[in-house]
């Protein structure tokens, strides 16, 4: 069974539909990934399956459960964490108050997740006093995902994590989030460096224009040569 699966998901944004019948899942202790082009409906399935988007037609289903007419909030709450691809920090904020924000639904003690991240991520214990509109792009990008770690989810959601950073601080972040699949958070990302998060991708998904294209492990897709012409770049 599916830590989280979006089913034949159609829907969009009050107008036309953006999703036509899409379909995503992970599995637990897994990486997936979506790639496609712009404009594709990749950060729009991942709304949709955070709650942030009604959907006409599907089904979303954590651990089987049906939660497609949960709140983001209580999505939270059932074990979902969600980095969206656009303000995903609050910049006036220091790394600790974006952290503790992250928090913000546990009444229970948070210090040890805390300390977690700070073990994951050590720059930030080092600036956690700065405000996180201070710190490097890739800095922001792990406090955003530090943040969505601080409710412990069982899937954590990224929406381009890698988004304007440099290739080396992109395979930096790529082995932060191996380390945390390996932890047993099952990870689904969107990614616009499609070729090396394929590498680290147990399965992937390509969209385009709101439908699966292709769905297969992420080695088969790299190799597939229509995959490779058509959404690679060859
Ligand atoms: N808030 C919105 N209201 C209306 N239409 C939207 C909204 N957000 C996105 N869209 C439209 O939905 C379609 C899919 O957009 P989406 O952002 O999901 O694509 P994407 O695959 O994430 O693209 P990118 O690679 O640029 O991030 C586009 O046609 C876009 O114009
Ligand atoms: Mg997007």
């Known amino acids: 069974m599916s830590v989280l699966i979006g089913e034949t998901m159609t829907g969009g ?22 790639v496609g082009p712009n404009g594709a409906g990749k950060s ?9 988007l009604p959907l006409r037609q599907g089904q979303v289903r954590l651990r089987g459960r049906d939660i ?51 073990g994951l991520f050590p720059i930030l214990r080092e600036k956690r006093r700065q405000p996180a509109g201070q710190l490097s792009g890739g ?46 958070i099952a990870i689904l990302m969107v990614e616009q460096n499609a070729r090396q998060a394929l590498n680290i991708a147990d399965r992937g998904y390509v969209l385009a224009q709101g439908r699966n294209h292709f769905t297969d492990t992420g080695e088969a897709l790299m190799a597939n040569p229509e995959v490779r012409r058509s959404f690679l770049g060859g």
Do not use: W
């Open 13 to 34: 944004y009050g107008g036309a539909d953006i999703l036509h019948g899409c379909t995503i899942a992970v599995e637990a202790g897994e990486i997936a990934v979506i």
């Open 139 to 184: 800095q922001r990008q792990q406090v955003a995902v530090g943040r969505a770690l601080m409710t412990r989810p069982e899937v954590l959601m990224l929406d381009e994590p890698t988004a304007g950073v440099s290739p080396i601080v992109m395979d930096e972040l790529f082995d932060k989030i191996i380390e945390i699949a390996a932890a047993g």
């Open 44 to 52: 729009t399935a991942m709304k949709a399956l955070f709650g942030m």
């Open 68 to 118: 497609t007419a949960l709140s983001p909030q209580d999505r939270v709450k059932a074990g979902m964490g969600f980095v969206p691809q656009v303000r995903n920090v609050f910049a006036s904020m220091t790394v600790e108050e974006n952290l503790e924000m992250g928090a913000f639904l546990r009444e229970d003690d948070f210090r040890e997740t805390m300390e977690m991240v700070y």
